[in-house]
């Protein structure tokens, strides 16, 4: 394992920001995503120099080059067998993924899935915006059923992928969601997924303002927010519309309901608990209409990780051994190949 001398200095916002040009549509949620960022990784204390992007392909994964770290921007679909490459030759590196649901719930999905059952100690950030913005408004693996693109016309028949619920069936022990505009908690959660020792997977809801715009809106508009959000927190109530609703357990069924809140009394509310699988799953899985969107941090439950696990093995089977490569290379069977010989030979 190489050890990294950590760095204490202090940074600022703006030196976690590259001198590249930023070159996404004006309006774009991934500028927003972004200076979350560029925002967060003082607080969190890292070190530029000890810090990776990895990145696939898509209008997310450009996100490398606006960042003062290292960085690879890679292929379609690929950046968790890169991260995990980086990660099991130095864990002691801070390894972030960017990617998008169709780069990574698409031509990546079967890389992203045993990511996250393999539990890398990294960082993923989904930038979720329901359509593939890169190759120009095609729909994608989250795109809603009727999303008029150019490869559905007359509406996607699809029924889409749910990414925090993937994640929750794929293994992951972290699973937290967030908005492009939620400036106030999106550091909020990447610190937690930074905290995190263990796969953190975080969906971001992205406006893509050019081919999918405000396909969001019914729950990220600033009148819809408070009707149709619900921001958890571990041991609070599941509470929102400014508190006059919340989540109810219906245990004979088991299943989710929402209640009226009367004088105050949450005694009947719920309250958050993220070690619970079966909770998440629950909130992950609630149709939005007829409950809000559960936003946060949904399930957390650390495990050892996937690099820990690897190097601990390989110590203990090397322990008190000494490596000879000629040894290893002249072991075994060897064989005397010899050049057939024909009539014309």
């Known amino acids: 394992m190489n050890a990294i001398t950590p760095i204490t200095a202090a940074t600022k916002p703006d030196d976690w920001a590259s001198d590249q040009e930023v070159r996404w549509c004006p309006g774009c949620g991934d500028y927003a995503i972004l200076k979350a960022v560029q925002r967060t990784m003082p607080d969190i204390g890292t070190a530029r120099e000890n810090t990776v ?10 996100f490398p080059y606006y960042m003062e770290t290292y960085g690879f921007h890679t292929i ?7 991260a ?17 649901d169709g780069d990574g719930l698409s031509i990546g999905g079967n ?21 593939y913005g890169l ?6 693996p989250t795109s809603q059923v009727g999303t008029k693109s150019p490869t559905t016309p007359f509406g996607s028949v699809d029924r889409p992928l749910a990414p925090c619920a993937f994640a929750m069936g794929a293994g992951a022990r972290f699973v937290a969601r967030t908005i492009d505009t939620a400036q106030k908690n999106m550091p909020e ?8 020792k263990g796969t953190s997977f975080v969906e971001i809801f992205q406006n893509c303002v050019v081919y999918n715009d405000d396909v969001f809106a019914k729950f ?3 009148k819809e927010a408070p009707a149709n959000q619900i921001w958890v927190e571990h041991g609070k109530p599941l509470l929102f519309a400014n508190g006059s609703k919340g989540l109810r357990l219906d245990r004979e069924h088991v299943r989710l309901s929402v209640i009226d809140i009367v004088d105050g009394d949450v005694s009947q509310v719920l309250m958050h608990d993220e070690t619970n699988h079966l909770l998440a799953q629950l909130l992950v899985e609630m149709p939005f209409g007829e409950f809000p969107k559960a936003l946060g941090v949904l399930y957390c439950d650390p ?14 089977i090397t322990a008190g051994r000494s490596g000879d490569l000629g040894a290893l290379l002249s072991k075994g069977q060897g064989w005397d190949v010899k050049p057939a010989r024909g009539p014309n030979l």
């Open 53 to 62: 992007f990895v990145s696939g392909i898509g209008c997310s994964s450009r």
């Open 76 to 82: 379609h679909g690929r950046a968790p067998a890169i």
């Open 84 to 100: 995990t490459g980086i990660k099991l030759a130095n864990p002691d590196l801070d390894v972030w993924i960017v990617t998008g």
């Open 111 to 131: 890389h992203m899935l045993h990511l996250l059952r393999r539990n890398l100690d990294v960082q993923l950030l989904l930038f979720n915006n329901e359509i």
């Open 135 to 140: 190759t120009k408004g095609q729909y994608s």
């Open 189 to 196: 959660v990447l610190k937690r997924a930074h905290a995190h």
């Open 220 to 222: 990220t508009a600033k």
């Open 303 to 316: 495990a050892p990780s996937f690099e820990a696990e690897v190097h601990i093995q390989n110590e203990r």
